[in-house]
């Protein structure tokens, strides 16, 4: 995989993503050679390739759910490389896998979709949630707010209501795509 736009950072500015020579292994066959990139803030970027190239690797390693065998993975500056996906996911971090579907369970609706991206900002626990009802009020309307204008975003905000299995997969993938583009979430990884 070679340098993904390596004249995007040609300002001073810190991008909000970079890889610094990733190099990737298994079983003796390398996925990943020495891969370098750079992404700005707000910048659209794609990992395109054939099979085997090395994209969900890349992906992966991105998210925490892999451990480079040299490099850094750096979001706004910190390295991140070694810490867990957790942790990655609390920095804002997001991952959408390739699965189309949205959840379908009973009544889940399009809104209930994108709401379950909004799980990192709402950890509430049981005492905080009982002792601070009205701050968890007003973060969950936060979150339903954030939803909505991600759902514009998307071109599917007149669907909110709608069940989705009654979606067109289309419209289902990008619902997938807004449940990782949640409340203060930094980069979306979409696999």
Do not use: C, Y
Request: proline share 4%; no cysteine.
């Amino acid at each position: 995989m070679d340098d993904l736009n390596p004249n995007i950072n040609s300002g001073k500015s810190i991008p909000i993503l970079e890889a610094k020579n990733i190099t990737k292994s298994f079983d003796g066959v390398r996925a990943l050679s020495e891969v370098n990139f750079r992404i700005q803030k707000d910048a659209l970027t794609a990992v395109i390739g054939p099979n085997g190239a090395g994209k969900s690797t890349i992906l992966n390693i991105i998210t925490g759910v892999l451990r480079p065998d040299s490099g850094a993975i750096v979001l706004k500056g910190e390295d991140i490389t070694r810490k867990p996906p957790h942790r990655i996911a609390d920095l804002g971090v997001a991952r959408s896998f390739q699965i189309v579907r949205l959840f379908t369970i009973n009544t889940a609706t399009v809104m209930d979709n994108a709401l379950i991206g909004a799980h990192q900002q709402l950890k509430p626990g049981v005492f905080k949630s009982w002792v601070r009802r009205m701050e968890m009020k007003r973060k969950e309307e936060e979150a339903r707010e954030e939803a909505k204008s991600i759902l514009k975003l998307l071109k599917i905000d007149h669907l909110a209501s709608a069940m989705a299995d009654e979606l067109s997969l289309g419209n289902q993938r990008q619902g997938r795509t807004g449940q990782g583009s949640h409340v203060k979430t930094a980069t979306v990884v979409a696999g």
